[in-house]
């Protein structure tokens, strides 16, 4: 039984739908903390086990017969870090057979700005050091998220942000779920590492440019310096904290970081994966 944590989020859901595309409802299994939410997957027969991260007992209680394990990285709590170690824990504990988990694709964590990231490399080192056997999923950044840096008003705005012509190899959502519930379905669980991007690399001139022949209307891309940039996120009203991560992504995307080019989306889809414009098309609703 394949259980999949995070399993109403956006990357979790994906990789269940899929999953149910692929093997019999009876050997999935979704955790979630809120049982509520996961009537729909119920429905079709997955089993539904509750637990919460930061709760040892309930996680040990929800891995019981389970032989493969799906951990979707948290969000940016403080004590993130420790919640993926009381996953990593409860599955050796639980006989876990194979832990596969959610990390990012990025150049050199060594040098990343976004210490948020940096997360992921010791959620994998802790894994590695685990004993257990492993599927490590280094994801680019989602282009699902192009609206949250691009902005609600970008149509009469355009776009301005501290992300100079740095490059992303963005990559829907859906299909890298998708890529990930495929190497799932398989038995394989040999301590591999699966680098998930799109074909090619864009920045932010080629969004603005997507954005613009597909809405009819003129969308430009200004680089903007830091500094500026993090004045107007503070006086929008958001927190230190978040002003630091959302300024430190895009630093990092200028830094390059975000530019790795892989095949192995597409060869885990059985086709190329979504290109920008496509993407976007679908995204922005154009």
């Given amino acids: 039984m394949i259980l999949i944590t995070g399993a109403t989020g956006h990357i979790g859901s994906v990789v269940l739908e899929q999953l149910l595309r692929k093997l019999p409802a009876h050997q999935l299994a979704a955790l ?34 389970i032989s493969k ?15 993926h170690y009381n996953v990593i ?18 150049q050199d964590p060594a040098t990343l700005t976004n210490q948020l990231m940096v997360r992921h490399f010791q959620t994998e080192d802790y894994i590695r ?22 902005g ?12 100079g012509q740095g490059r992303v190899s963005f990559a829907l959502r859906r299909d890298m779920g998708e890529a990930i519930a495929n190497v799932l379905a398989d038995d394989a669980c040999q301590n591999r590492i699966f680098t998930f991007t799109g074909a090619a690399t864009y920045s932010f001139t080629d969004v603005a440019q997507a954005l613009s022949e597909l809405s009819g209307r003129p969308v430009e891309y200004t680089p903007i310096e830091e500094q500026e940039f993090m004045a107007r996120l503070r006086a929008q009203g958001l927190p230190e904290v978040a002003v630091e991560r959302i300024t430190g992504f895009l630093t990092d995307i200028k830094n390059g970081q975000e530019s790795t080019v892989t095949t192995e ?3 885990w889809l059985g086709r190329p994966p979504t290109p920008l414009k496509e993407g976007v098309k679908e995204i922005f609703k154009l």
Avoid: W
């Fill in 69 to 83: 394990v799906l951990l979707v990285s948290g969000g940016g709590d403080e004590d993130g870090l420790q919640q």
């Fill in 265 to 267: 989306l597409a060869d």
């Fill in 32 to 65: 979630v903390r809120d049982e509520a939410k996961a009537a729909h997957l119920q429905a079709q027969g997955v089993t539904i086990r509750v637990g919460d991260y930061r709760d040892s007992a309930s996680l040990e209680q929800a891995m019981q017969g």
């Fill in 152 to 163: 609600p008003q970008v149509f009469d705005k355009s776009i301005q942000l501290p992300a």
């Fill in 89 to 106: 824990d409860a599955a050796k504990k639980a006989g876990v057979g194979c832990l596969a988990y959610t990390s990012r694709a990025l």
């Fill in 129 to 150: 050091a685990s004993g257990l056997s492993y599927l490590l999923f280094r994801n680019i950044l989602y282009m699902d998220t192009l609206p949250q840096f691009v």
